[in-house]
């Protein structure tokens, strides 16, 4: 037999031999193909290959500047934030709460509590209440304070000036500095002034009791002077004679003396006048005689600043009447 058989269909010796004659062509063509597949690299191959300025070169440098500001002025707005949240919470400012419809009817129809200690009440409209408002802490007045009625306080602390108009004070007034009043003043009780006090135009008083005055300019009177006081003690001297007798009208100032002669007068004193209230210095004494028979005696003064006495050089006429007028100063 044949050890290698030859085909007797030509076609089938044709069909054998086209893969022989087609074998170089698809190499030919896989070989042709794997050149152009460069530029389908993945990205990451070519920036491991280019590197980070290859990355660079693609992106606009304008753009990274204005990223990098926006991250910037992110990053400050929030530290400035957060500062501002904790010195809000330290400094403890207090909370503002408007009262609202429901608080208002709430308030006019119990006793209710609206908010706390750190929160302001604020209210836009006009504001009545009908019954008693306390306030126990501090009241501060922004605009004008209109008091229709009487106004009931127990301490009053003025900084600036006040125009009052009516002023009524049933207790006590205190005025620690200079007290102006440029219009009348009328006063129904006492005034008691401690220190000097100076009058620039007329005062016109009904009565003034002082414990003493002094004038700095001439005393102008146009009315009586009246020397009240208590009325001074008195004894006789041996000029009444027997059962003569004494007395005495009036004041330390001012005031009359009566003498009685008895029998058989002397020459000496007929009475010595002991002051109420004794002078600091041995005052000046005014005698003037009552009559004609007190103007026919020789009589004379020893004064002191406890008394004065009334005396004569010449015995008087016994059983007779007569008298003298004193003023003392001072």
């Known amino acids: 037999m044949d050890q290698n058989p030859t085909p007797n269909n030509p076609d089938e010796e044709e069909s054998l031999e086209a893969p022989a004659s087609d074998a170089p062509q698809q190499a030919s063509t896989s070989s042709t193909d794997s050149q152009p597949a460069a530029p389908s690299e993945r990205p990451a191959a070519r920036f491991k290959r280019g590197g980070f300025g290859a990355l660079l070169s693609h992106v606009n440098i304008y753009l990274l500047s204005f990223i990098f500001l926006l991250v910037l002025a992110g990053s400050g707005g929030g530290i400035y934030y957060l500062n501002t949240k904790k010195d809000t919470v330290r400094s403890g400012d207090i909370k503002t709460q408007s009262l609202s419809t429901d608080s208002l009817k709430q308030l006019a129809n119990s006793d209710v509590s609206v908010g706390d200690s750190k929160q302001v009440l604020t209210v836009q409209s006009n504001a009545i209440f009908d019954g008693s408002v306390l306030l126990r802490g501090d009241v501060e007045v922004a605009g004008r304070l209109v008091v229709g009625d009487q106004l009931s306080l127990t301490g009053i602390n003025v900084g600036g000036q006040s125009v009052l108009q009516d002023v009524s004070i049933s207790n006590d007034l205190s005025v620690a500095h200079n007290l102006a009043v440029q219009g009348q003043t009328t006063l129904q009780g006492a005034l008691s002034v401690n220190g000097s006090t100076t009058f620039n135009g007329g005062l016109s008083v009904s009565r003034i009791t002082t414990g003493s005055l002094q004038l700095s300019s001439n005393l102008t009177l146009t009315h009586h002077i009246v020397a009240g006081g208590a009325t001074p003690s008195r004894s006789s001297g041996s000029a009444l004679g027997g ?88």
């Open 243 to 330: 059962g003569g007798t004494t007395s005495v009208s009036g004041s330390d100032t001012s005031g009359s003396i009566k003498i009685n002669t008895g029998s058989s007068p002397g020459a000496g004193c007929f009475i010595t006048v002991n002051f109420s209230s004794a002078f600091s210095s041995t005052p000046h004494v005014v005698v003037t005689p009552i009559g004609s028979a007190a103007g026919s005696l020789g009589y004379y003064v020893n004064r002191t600043s406890s008394s004065f006495s009334v005396c004569t050089t010449n015995a008087a006429p016994a059983s007779s009447s007569f008298g003298f007028d004193y003023i003392v100063l001072g």
